[in-house]
């Protein structure tokens, strides 16, 4: 496939590809038929995306003899939810008859995170691939394994370690997202310069715009770059069990803990809440004397200049620090959170001072 870049994700029998392109949708039959997961593709999605995209990928599919049955949930964090898990799966279960199934999960984080866990525990596992069509989704939540649902308690909190067969990226999918989509795609993408690649923190600073503009080749630089940081993190520590997968959580911990303190409504994207996350973080470090106070005002620059929030607007610091407390990065009761050093470099650091914290998110909400 000529017109597709390919980033392997190497995991030995769970090895996979990430296929990277624009307006290649044409080619996505073939690849799927070639990995013989099955004849008869569950795909969920959401209404909008079934609209748009629902034609284009049926007859791919079906010129390579693969039948297709479509399940929506709505377009909304909520979906991921123990709600729409069980409706999901019974529709499955009546459709799984004399087929041999798989899953296909078009949509964003959300569609992906809950497609890839009913993968995971249905049957105690069948194939399913990833079609991201949000550019979060695509250099982040669609890659490396991660699936899960929320409980109210907190986000992803029932969750597996379950790898896709593929993860296909169409670049041309992205011209349906609103500049709010794309700005929150573009946290994660900051997030992978400040954690692994100065050089793409720098096009950056420099080239925001152009990925608001849906420039072909930014895009395909920033995604392909982003794409192939987190498969060289997820294949050298699939399971977070060697510290190496913990820097992808940069900006999360706090981050996660705004989302389920707004109840995963709209107030924040899963972006906007991770770059208040990276900010708080950044500040962190600079507090401990860990990075200058450029690099601090480089990260905390790039969030702005990218129209991403610095501050937090209409949520307390106690239900932020109640969501915090549950927040799945402590470790034998103690905090974790990965802090930058120097852009391109960070470090995993344990038992952050409560106060400081505090402190911190404090002075990060709006005064009314």
């Known amino acids: 496939m000529k017109n597709l870049s390919r ?12 296929f990277i392109g624009f307006n290649q949708f044409r080619s996505l039959g073939s690849l799927i038929k070639k990995l013989e997961l099955g004849t008869h593709a569950i795909i969920i999605t959401n209404p909008k995306i079934k609209k748009l995209y629902q034609s284009k990928l049926t007859s791919s599919l079906k010129k390579n003899n693969i039948k297709t049955t479509y399940i929506q949930v709505p ?28 899953i296909i999960t078009l949509g964003g984080g959300v569609v992906g995170d809950l497609g890839g866990f009913i993968a995971a525990v249905y049957k105690r596992g069948i194939a399913y691939i990833q079609i991201p069509t949000s550019l979060l989704a695509q250099v982040d939540s669609g890659i490396g394994g991660k699936v899960a649902v929320d409980l109210p308690q907190g986000k992803n909190l029932l969750g597996a370690f379950y790898q896709p067969k593929m993860v296909f990226c169409d670049s041309s999918l992205l ?12 946290a994660e993408i900051i997030k992978y ?6 050089q793409l923190f720098k096009f950056l600073e420099h080239n925001y715009h152009k990925i608001f503009e849906l420039d072909k080749n930014a895009l395909n630089y920033i995604i392909t770059q982003s794409a192939a940081i987190k498969a060289k993190v997820v294949s050298l520590d699939e399971r977070e069990k ?21 109840g995963y409504e709209a107030n924040y994207t899963h972006g906007e809440a991770i770059s208040i996350g990276m900010v708080c973080a950044a500040e962190i470090a600079h507090r401990l004397k ?31 620090m109640k969501a915090y407390l549950h927040d799945k990065k402590f470790i034998n009761g103690k905090n974790r959170f990965v802090l930058p050093v120097e852009i391109g470099k960070v470090e995993v650091h344990e038992d952050i001072p409560e ?14």
């Open 193 to 198: 310069g400040i954690i692994a690649d100065k």
């Open 290 to 320: 860990l990075c200058s106070p450029k690099t601090l005002g480089r990260i905390e620059s790039m969030v702005a200049i990218a129209g991403l929030p610095i501050h937090i607007k209409n949520v307390s610091l106690v239900r932020i």
């Open 355 to 368: 106060s400081l914290i505090k402190k911190i998110i404090s002075e990060r909400i709006k005064k009314k």
């Open 75 to 102: 377009d909304s964090e909520k979906s991921k939810s123990l709600k729409y898990l069980n409706s999901s799966i019974s529709k499955i279960v009546k459709l799984d008859l004399k087929t041999k199934l798989f």
């Open 7 to 18: 980033i392997p994700v190497n995991l030995k029998e769970r090895s996979y590809d990430i």
């Open 175 to 186: 011209e349906t997202l609103s500049l709010r989509q794309l700005k929150t795609g573009l």
């Open 242 to 262: 060697k510290g190496i997968r913990t820097i992808l959580n940069y900006g999360h911990t706090i981050g996660h803990a705004i989302e389920t303190a707004c």
